[in-house]
């Protein structure tokens, strides 16, 4: 929160400032339903993680497409075609395999790490809507202070109720303050530079880009952890990767098809 206000004062070089806008009326929810969203990607995502290994709730994490065609689907109607459709069955199947071998398996760090994916695929659905505004352009340090500042009103009720302060005094030292510092510069370079490419690339694209993001986290996850990975655990998550990569392909292919076979207003002009 504090390095988005800080990026909002001095962008650095990451976008360029539109002076004198008007906030839009619903800019309020927006941020605060990006902040509740961005609370729950965060939290689902350490709760996953405090259960399984790194590279287990990374490969969960991949099947991130699955849950954008049903977004897609339920909230904006969006019909899907077979050859996308087709392409997430090695998504779920390399999915499948890797849980069944996963020896860190815990039913509840995979459905924290499922509700991840839920709430990470929301946040990308709103975020683009509202990057996608002409009426008021959303900043990536907007998009970063603003509903952080809401994930920390929201986390107010936890701390009081769940954490033990007197506890948590004793623990604090030089090397976890350190870590914790460093935590939250990291995760700020992370969101502003995604909400950045967000604005200069479309949905699938990112999509992609986060896919190889995961599988190089799945690789330094198990070099830096030394998690023991099965032969069958590797297989499945190479099958994920490689699913996620054809779904990319695949809806690539499908909005140039939309576009070729559309009839837009200047098609109409120039047929005129």
């Not at 689907?73 to 996308?84: I, P, Q």
């Not at 398996?105 to 683009?128: D, P, R």
């Not at 509903?147 to 009720?157: D, E, I, K, R, T």
């Not at 005094?169 to 303050?177: E, K, T, V």
Request: charged letters at 15%; aromatic letters at 12%.
């Amino acid at each position: 929160m504090v390095c988005g206000l800080v990026q909002m004062r001095h962008p650095l070089g990451t976008y360029k400032p539109i002076p004198n806008q008007r906030k839009p009326d619903n800019f309020r929810r927006g941020m605060f339903l990006l902040g509740l969203l961005q609370l729950g990607t965060i939290m689902f995502g350490l709760i996953a993680i405090y259960y399984v290994a790194v590279s287990f709730a990374e490969t969960v994490k991949s099947s991130a497409p699955i849950f954008t065609v049903l977004i897609a689907w339920l909230l904006l109607g969006e019909r899907t075609s077979c050859f996308v459709l087709a392409s997430l069955v090695p998504v779920m199947a390399g999915l499948a395999l890797c849980s069944s071998h996963e020896l860190s398996f815990s039913f509840i760090g995979f459905l924290c790490a499922l509700a991840t994916n839920l709430c990470e695929c929301l946040q990308s659905v709103v975020s683009k809507s509202l990057l996608s505004q002409r009426s008021y352009v959303y900043s990536p340090a907007e998009l970063q202070f603003y509903p952080n500042l809401a994930a920390v009103l929201l986390q107010l009720p936890t701390w009081y109720f769940l954490v033990d302060f007197d506890k948590l005094g004793h623990q604090l030292d030089h090397s976890l303050l350190t870590a914790i510092l460093l935590d939250g510069i990291s995760f700020h370079g992370q969101t502003i530079t995604a909400y950045v490419l967000m604005s200069y690339v479309n949905p699938v694209t990112y999509s992609v880009a986060n896919t190889t993001k995961r599988a190089c986290l799945i690789w330094l996850s198990v070099i830096v952890f030394g998690n023991p990975v099965t032969l069958l655990s590797w297989l499945g998550t190479a099958v994920v990767v490689v699913g996620v990569l054809l779904y990319g392909r695949a809806r690539e292919v499908e909005e140039r098809r939309r576009e070729l076979f559309s009839i837009t207003r200047d098609k109409m002009e120039a047929i005129r």
